[in-house]
């Protein structure tokens, strides 16, 4: 069972800055076993995906996103970070964390956290 926790949102005024913290727990896999991945839901959207950074730690973005938010990690520490600069009002959503277990793992592989809120105002 993998617990994934994020923290750091909040309300920011267009132009800010947040910096968004994942941290796993309860896994005998540290985060360099993971493929790991940022989310956002938007009132009356779907979920989208927004960064992610895989075990090789090559990373990659939503174009919505490109030249403004940076994906981190730290194995160490089991956290990811994005990095959230240039924040506008379009960006406010629910930011959520998913980790991909390696595939000879036994039961559950997609694991998600319950998500902070990213509030911009104009």
């Known amino acids: 069972q993998v617990r994934l926790v994020e923290s750091g949102g909040g309300l920011v005024q267009a132009g800010g800055s947040l910096r968004l913290s994942c941290a796993a727990s309860?896994?005998?896999?540290?985060?360099?076993?993971?493929?790991i991945y940022w989310y956002r839901q938007a009132p009356g959207k779907q979920r989208e995906w927004v960064a992610a950074?895989?075990?090789?730690?090559?990373?990659d973005y939503a174009d919505s996103v490109k030249g403004r938010f940076t994906i981190s990690k730290d194995n160490a520490k089991n956290t990811v970070y994005l990095q959230m600069n240039s924040l506008k009002p379009d960006d406010t959503a629910v930011y959520y964390c998913?980790?991909?277990?390696?595939?000879?793992?036994?039961?559950?592989?997609?694991?998600w956290g319950q998500g902070t809120q990213v509030t911009v105002s104009s």
């Open positions: 309860g896994s005998i896999y540290g985060f360099n076993a993971m493929n």
């Open positions: 998913n980790v991909l277990l390696p595939a000879w793992v036994t039961g559950p592989r997609d694991y």
């Open positions: 950074i895989t075990t090789g730690d090559s990373s």
